[in-house]
């Protein structure tokens, strides 16, 4: 059973930065991705950006283009997510994903809440 660790959020104010990290608990074998959702009260979970193993090529929504930047440490199986000018409509709990592309197992991470206020 694979555990993802998430760190880094909390509450900042309106154009200020974060960077969220997620590392599995052990090691990780086989071709996966790994991305960030997030979750707003009274909303469902969105998905942020995802990132692949294999060529790190990465995909985002619409609303955190050209703010967010997902990245990853394929030694240490880690994935960052730098957020930058941050708005109060960022602010959620943020989830990590890991996702075994042959087997489709997918696992979560507990979610690290980020608060955007003034």
């Known amino acids: 059973q694979v555990q993802l660790v998430e760190s880094g959020g909390g509450s900042v104010q309106p154009g200020e930065s974060l960077r969220l990290s997620c590392a599995p608990s052990g090691r990780i074998f086989g071709a996966n991705s790994m991305g960030w959702y997030r979750q707003a009260p009274g909303k469902e979970r969105e998905l942020i950006a995802t990132?692949?193993?294999?060529?790190?090529?990465?995909n985002y929504a619409d609303s955190v283009k050209g703010r967010f930047t997902i990245s990853r440490d394929n030694v240490k199986n880690t994935v960052y997510l730098q957020m930058n000018s941050l708005t109060p409509e960022d602010t959620a709990v943020y989830y990590c994903?890991?996702?075994?592309?042959?087997?489709?197992?997918?696992?979560w991470g507990q979610g690290t809440q980020v608060t955007v206020s003034s």
């Open positions: 990132i692949i193993e294999s060529d790190s090529s990465a």
């Open positions: 994903n890991l996702h075994f592309l042959l087997s489709r197992d997918e696992y």
